[in-house]
C-alpha cells in the first residue's frame, strides 16, 4: 500500500508564497506522471500542475506562471512552489501519481492552504 504524505500548507495573505512538498511511502515516482491537485470549499477536485517521468510540466492556467512544479527522485518528493497567492488558491492541495489521466493511488490527507485578501 502506497502512501502519500502532504505537508507545507498554512494561512498566508495574498501575495504570499507557499510550499507543498508530498512525500511518497517508496519509490513509485520514475515512471509515471505526478501531479498537484486541489479541492476548494464545496467543488471539485482538480489538477492545477503536473510533471512527467522525463520532467515535462504543464499547469491549469489559474495557476500559470505562479505555481513551479519539481520533484526529488531520491527523496520520492514532489514539490508545489507557490508564489502570489490569491484568495481563490484557497483548498485541500493533494498530490497523487496518474497514468493515462487516471490517478493511481489512494488520497493522503492533503493539506489545507488558506489566502485571505
Known amino acids: 500500500q502506497v502512501q502519500l504524505v502532504e505537508s507545507g500548507g498554512g494561512s498566508v495573505q495574498a501575495g504570499g508564497s507557499l510550499r507543498l512538498s508530498c512525500a511518497a511511502s517508496r519509490n513509485i515516482f520514475s515512471a509515471v506522471t505526478k501531479g498537484w491537485y486541489r479541492q476548494p470549499p464545496g467543488k471539485q477536485r482538480e489538477l492545477v500542475a503536473a510533471?512527467?517521468?522525463?520532467?515535462?510540466?504543464n499547469y491549469a492556467d489559474s495557476v500559470k506562471g505562479r505555481f513551479t512544479i519539481s520533484r526529488d527522485s531520491a527523496k520520492n518528493t514532489v514539490y508545489l512552489q507557490m508564489n502570489s497567492l490569491k484568495p481563490e488558491d484557497t483548498a485541500v492541495y493533494y498530490c497523487?501519481?496518474?497514468?493515462?489521466?487516471?490517478?493511481?493511488?489512494?488520497w493522503g490527507q492533503g493539506t489545507q492552504v488558506t489566502v485571505s485578501s
Open positions: 510533471i512527467t517521468s522525463g520532467g515535462g510540466t
Open positions: 497523487n501519481a496518474a497514468r493515462g489521466g487516471i490517478v493511481l493511488y489512494d
